[in-house]
């Protein structure tokens, strides 16, 4: 599936969204959390019908290309046998010519989350949790219409596929809140961090975790994440078949205002996430430890956008697992939240 590649900030504004490439407004600094790019909503909503296709936006900017199997190539059994032929000559000058080099993958150049911020983000307290509940932060998931079969992950669970990528500022603030609330359902283990990209316009070094070279272990729910590049815009990973499937699927209308964008999340092919719930310009100039310093305030704007988010999508996991484990899914603000979910 051919995607654009933007990695230019798009925000929303009233009646629409800015030109592709062109940044958008800032939202204003007492606003949490704005429309898909921002929401115009801070206040969640109890709905239970499907959603009309203007679905409200969130903080969403960012398209990613997708890298197409090999076999799928125009040349893959034509001329390009030619081609492999010549590269694997060429492999073995350069494996006899030239000495090993340090590989720029994320895995070598993200180092391990140091272990008092994965303390803090995995281990948010019950009462700041509860006080801040909603934290002024909209429903975000998107119930999904019809019947679809369930999306369960290699161990049967419910699945939550996430795709994103290291350079996007907008997944890297919806990281934050997805490590809080998977890690109330399991345990991350090897969790790096990173940053977004440099560039000035796509609210650059925004400080955050990636799932590339994580791993994830729950009794209740599979993860599958993607990272599709890196924040220098070098390929990562592939998603299969099946999860392109999901993302033409569902990452465009009426689940989503723009069309292949990233983040994107799929819960068990019942409720649909698009764009981040936290303002990524809430994160600008703080490092890792500041931001996990902030989950113990409960007055503290980022600690209300990334735990408010969290918890909205930990109502929805609720909802998918039949409400397992209890000691999660019947702590406050949970039930509550999950009763203003929309129906899937």
Same mark, same amino acid.
């Given at each position: 599936?051919?995607?654009?590649?933007?990695?230019?900030?798009?925000?929303?504004?009233?009646?629409?969204?800015?030109?592709?490439?062109?940044?958008?407004?800032?939202?204003?600094? $007492?606003?949490?959390? *704005?429309?898909?790019?921002?929401?115009?909503?801070?206040? &969640?909503? =109890?709905? #239970?019908? !499907?959603?009309? +296709?203007?679905?409200?936006?969130?903080?969403?900017?960012?398209?990613?290309?997708?890298?197409?199997?090999?076999?799928?190539?125009?040349?893959?059994?034509?001329?390009?046998?030619?081609?492999?032929?010549?590269?694997?000559?060429?492999?073995?000058?350069?494996?006899?010519?030239?000495?090993?080099?340090?590989?720029?993958?994320?895995?070598?150049?993200?180092?391990?989350?140091?272990?008092?911020?994965?303390?803090?983000?995995?281990?948010?307290?019950?009462?700041?949790?509860?006080?801040?509940? $909603?934290?002024?932060? *909209?429903?975000?998931?998107?119930?999904?219409?019809?019947? &679809?079969? =369930?999306? #369960?992950? !290699?161990?049967? +669970?419910?699945?939550?596929?996430?795709?994103?990528?290291?350079?996007?500022?907008?997944?890297?603030?919806?990281?934050?809140?997805?490590?809080?609330?998977?890690?109330?359902?399991?345990?991350?283990?090897?969790?790096?961090?990173?940053?977004?990209?440099?560039?000035?316009?796509?609210?650059?070094?925004?400080?955050?975790?990636?799932?590339?070279?994580?791993?994830?272990?729950?009794?209740?729910?599979?993860?599958?994440?993607?990272?599709?590049?890196?924040?220098?815009?070098?390929?990562?990973?592939?998603?299969?078949? *099946?999860?392109?499937?999901?993302?033409?699927?569902?990452?465009?209308?009426?689940?989503?205002?723009?069309?292949?964008?990233?983040?994107?999340?799929?819960?068990?092919?019942?409720?649909?996430?698009?764009?981040?719930?936290?303002?990524?310009?809430?994160?600008?100039?703080?490092?890792?430890?500041?931001?996990?310093?902030?989950?113990?305030?409960?007055?503290?704007?980022?600690?209300?956008?990334?735990?408010?988010?969290?918890?909205?999508?930990?109502?929805?996991?609720?909802?998918?697992?039949?409400?397992?484990?209890?000691?999660?899914?019947?702590?406050?603000?949970?039930?509550?939240?999950?009763?203003?979910?929309?129906?899937?």
């Amino acid at each position: 599936m051919a995607r654009l590649s933007k990695r230019r900030r798009e925000e929303t504004t009233s009646g629409g969204t800015t030109p592709a490439g062109r940044p958008g407004p800032a939202p204003k600094p $007492a606003t949490p959390r *704005a429309s898909t790019t921002p929401r115009a909503s801070t206040t &969640p909503r =109890a709905s #239970t019908p !499907p959603r009309a +296709s203007t679905t409200p936006s969130r903080y969403r900017a960012q398209r990613v290309t997708l890298a197409r199997p090999w076999w799928q190539s125009p040349w893959a059994w034509g001329g390009g046998l030619t081609v492999v032929v010549v590269a694997v000559v060429v492999v073995f000058i350069v494996l006899g010519s030239s000495s090993p080099s340090k590989s720029t993958s994320s895995s070598s150049s993200n180092q391990l989350a140091p272990a008092s911020v994965l303390a803090a983000v995995t281990g948010v307290s019950p009462s700041v949790s509860s006080t801040i509940a $909603a934290g002024g932060v *909209a429903d975000p998931l998107e119930p999904v219409t019809g019947s &679809p079969a =369930a999306l #369960t992950g !290699p161990n049967g +669970s419910p699945e939550l596929f996430y795709l994103g990528a290291e350079y996007c500022p907008y997944c890297a603030a919806e990281r934050w809140s997805v490590v809080i609330a998977l890690s109330r359902f399991g345990t991350f283990s090897n969790l790096h961090i990173t940053m977004s990209d440099s560039n000035p316009d796509d609210i650059p070094n925004t400080h955050t975790f990636t799932f590339y070279g994580s791993s994830y272990s729950s009794q209740y729910l599979d993860f599958a994440p993607i990272e599709s590049e890196d924040r220098s815009g070098n390929p990562l990973q592939t998603p299969t078949a *099946a999860e392109e499937n999901l993302v033409t699927t569902y990452d465009t209308s009426p689940y989503s205002s723009q069309t292949g964008g990233i983040p994107f999340q799929d819960l068990a092919n019942s409720y649909i996430l698009s764009g981040s719930g936290v303002n990524p310009e809430l994160l600008q100039g703080m490092t890792w430890q500041q931001i996990a310093n902030t989950l113990t305030d409960t007055s503290n704007q980022v600690a209300q956008a990334i735990i408010g988010n969290a918890n909205w999508l930990t109502a929805g996991i609720c909802k998918v697992t039949g409400g397992q484990p209890g000691s999660v899914c019947t702590a406050a603000p949970i039930p509550t939240l999950e009763g203003q979910l929309g129906s899937s």
